[in-house]
């Protein structure tokens, strides 16, 4: 890396300033990532790697008629020559833009703290404990016959730097880790999972994530079959962790406004919408916090394109920490400074993580399986498409153990299901509350990994039609 992040994004806005034509807005954002990570096969270390990338984003801003247009590229540069060339091609598209929707003001501002710190790495030493603890679950998948072991673990450090041409300046570093172990038996006729999110690895702790596997695969000796239908059913926090980003990320207060989501005021007028609805008698509580000391992120807007929730004229913006549901009820939807002044709803800028809790939850998934009777413990959820966004059904299949429930004890397990399911409804047949833990949305962790969720028992979970899905 040729030149510093900061000297970058100096240089981009330098280069907006300078270009004829004008006059010409910017914000410039270089983000520089470190990546670690492992992958385990048939109980052995297959593969671990090591990267570091940087690319750089241009916001280029320009009046054209009728409006202000943006051209935005992100491309990788690591020197002054790259970024400046980069500006100048976004310069091109704005000048040839049509005038955009959400044209604002560009975000002001001062030099904030640690703008001039470099950026922050990771590397193989965050994985060691973690090796060290699989070469000793490999040693006994060997000496245990019919055992295998498989996964992977990822850790990054991204930092980012952004600036404005009114002369903001922000840092930010954001963690991301993630570990997923797999344990298959008997030819691989049983498989069951366990995964976690973490910020640096040391929370994580692999023998406690083998014994989930393990018990799983105990339950699994005992198969039984059992027909579709709507059965009272225990969602562990990873699989509540995937239907509750979905609710998240569809929770836009434009959608909403305009009637095409399930958070629109059924029969209203138009621009109506469900807040301050409740969504649930049970007083959860739906929240995301930059600030979390165990899911911090970004608080300020970073947006390398516009979306219902972000836009790009709001790069800078703070985001501070919303409550999406309070005492069950919808209190905020996602939003930008042009959805705000489209739809009269107050702009919640989007947050990277996400906590649901409820004041007296407690226990795991094995404990609200205990209080359940008869029904059902799910594993984890994968394969989950959108059927109908005004109610938001889903569908998606069950994955690594699905068990069954009698009189409060795992008997045995069964096959898998096709669900067809709506997050916002199930929060209204929710029974039972778990204590909330950190844990890894297995559908969307390519995309969202920090959620801390508590396990619910949700009453009538549909499932539709048994899978053939190992």
Wanted: charged residues 20%; proline residues 7%.
């Amino acid at each position: 890396m040729s030149d510093d992040p900061q000297v970058l994004v100096e240089a981009g806005l330098e280069a907006a300033r300078s270009l004829a034509g004008g006059p010409f807005g910017a914000v410039v954002i270089v983000e520089e990532s470190w990546q670690v990570n492992l992958r385990w096969a048939l109980s052995g270390l297959t593969t671990n790697g090591f990267t570091r990338s940087r690319t750089v984003t241009a916001v280029v801003t320009t009046p054209v008629e009728g409006g202000t247009a943006a051209g935005v590229l992100t491309r990788p540069a690591t020197d002054v020559t790259a970024v400046r060339a980069l500006v100048a091609d976004a310069a091109g598209v704005a000048r040839t833009g049509a005038p955009a929707e959400d044209a604002a003001e560009l975000v002001s501002g001062d030099v904030l703290p640690g703008w001039d710190d470099p950026a922050e790495e990771t590397g193989p030493a965050t994985l060691a404990d973690v090796a060290g603890a699989l070469g000793e679950l490999f040693a006994r998948d060997r000496a245990t016959p019919g055992r295998e072991s498989f996964g992977f673990a990822r850790h990054e450090l991204s930092t980012s730097w952004l600036g404005t041409s009114g002369g903001l300046r922000y840092r930010v570093v954001e963690p991301v880790g993630m570990i997923e172990l797999n344990g298959k038996s008997e030819n691989r006729s049983r498989s069951a999972w366990a995964g976690r999110g973490t910020r640096d690895f040391t929370d994580v702790d692999v023998p406690a994530l083998d014994a989930e596997i393990s018990q799983g695969l105990a339950w699994q000796a005992n198969r039984i079959a059992l027909p579709p239908g709507r059965y009272d059913t225990v969602l562990p926090p990873s699989a509540v962790a995937d239907l509750m980003v979905y609710a998240y990320w569809s929770a836009d207060a434009r959608s909403a406004a305009e009637g095409r989501s399930v958070y629109s005021a059924p029969g209203g007028p138009p621009g109506r919408t469900r807040l301050g609805e409740p969504l649930t008698d049970v007083p959860l509580s739906l929240r995301s916090d930059p600030a979390d000391p165990a899911l911090g992120c970004a608080d300020r807007v970073i947006a390398r394109a516009s979306s219902p929730t972000a836009s790009v004229f709001d790069n800078g913006l703070p985001t501070p920490a919303v409550h999406w549901l309070d005492g069950g009820r919808l209190t905020a939807l996602a939003g930008t400074r042009h959805t705000e002044a489209l739809t009269g709803v107050p702009r919640a800028g989007a947050v990277g993580n996400l906590s649901l809790s409820a004041p007296e939850g407690t226990g795991t998934a094995v404990d609200l399986a205990a209080g359940l009777g008869d029904g059902l413990l799910l594993t984890c959820l994968w394969y989950i498409r959108e059927v109908d966004p005004q109610t938001l059904l889903l569908t998606g299949l069950t994955r690594d153990g699905v068990y069954v429930v009698r009189g409060g004890e795992v008997v045995g397990a069964t096959s898998n299901f096709r669900f067809n399911e709506s997050p916002v409804d199930a929060l209204s047949r929710v029974a039972a509350v778990g204590a909330p833990e950190l844990c890894l949305p297995r559908e969307w962790s390519d995309w969202f990994t920090r959620a801390r969720m508590p396990a619910l028992l949700v009453r009538g979970m549909n499932m539709s039609s048994v899978s053939e899905a190992s």
